[in-house]
């Protein structure tokens, strides 16, 4: 079975720095990747979906790599903002659903 | 565009009660529907899918149980609740291409007393 893993599982950061948040996980069989981010008591939103085929991603000050022959993804978040505060949730596709990791909490201080 | 509405945003209820929260999905058709779950201080747990009327796919036994009974309509019920049954639920939908991303809803948190 799939297993997703997120870290760190929390971050503070101050304001205007450049981080990195990690997710592994153990079955590489993927076909893509999904990046989300939750507000506290909030839904998903999805940011970054890389395919397979992908090596990056990018959004605005997001960009998410992914190298699925060692398990790994990496959202890397430039210039924080306080409006970047937030859980990030990696996942990858299952049969019918989606794997979660449990999450990097982030919190950027003005 | 497509949009993802669930309700209620917040529910209490007491042991024992039923349940019902509903989800619809605009401007799209034949989406696969999902409903999850998210406990304090755990991941997303996927309850049930269901990739057409009527066509309902369970993922963990519980005390919940799903229904669709419209293209773009999914409801998630109980007959009594239990305490256990307490967290957040989102529904999620995502075309029927399996390599679509998933876009969810804004959740329902409910708690049993």
């Known amino acids: 079975k799939q297993e997703v893993t997120q870290i760190p599982a929390a971050l503070s950061v101050p304001e205007g720095e450049n981080l990195v948040l990690n997710c592994s996980f153990t079955d590489s069989a993927i076909y893509n990747l999904q990046w989300f981010r939750q507000d506290p008591g909030k839904g998903l939103t999805s940011l970054l979906l890389i395919q397979s085929s992908q090596r990056e991603q990018t959004s605005g000050r997001l960009n998410a790599s992914l190298d699925k022959s060692s398990g790994r993804s990496t959202l890397y978040i430039a210039a924080s903002q306080p409006g970047d505060s937030a859980t990030y949730l990696c996942?990858?596709?299952?049969?019918?659903?989606?794997?979660f990791g449990t999450g990097t909490r982030l919190t950027v201080i003005p | 565009s497509q949009t993802i509405h669930q309700w209620p945003a917040t529910l209490v209820q007491p042991v024992g009660s039923p349940l019902s929260l509903e989800c619809t999905v605009e401007?799209?058709?034949?989406?696969?529907l999902y409903w999850y779950r998210q406990a304090a201080g755990r991941g997303l747990q996927l309850l049930f899918y269901s990739v057409g009327i009527g066509q309902i796919s369970s993922e963990v036994p519980q005390n919940l149980s799903a229904s669709r009974p419209q293209d773009r309509q999914f409801i998630l019920s109980s007959k009594k609740l239990l305490l256990s049954d307490s967290g957040f639920y989102l529904c999620?939908?995502?075309?029927?291409?399996?390599?679509?991303?998933?876009?969810f809803g804004d959740g329902t948190r409910l708690s049993i007393l």
């Open positions: 996942a990858v596709p299952g049969a019918n659903n989606l794997f």
């Open positions: 401007g799209t058709s034949n989406p696969n």
């Open positions: 999620a939908w995502s075309p029927w291409a399996g390599d679509q991303p998933q876009h």
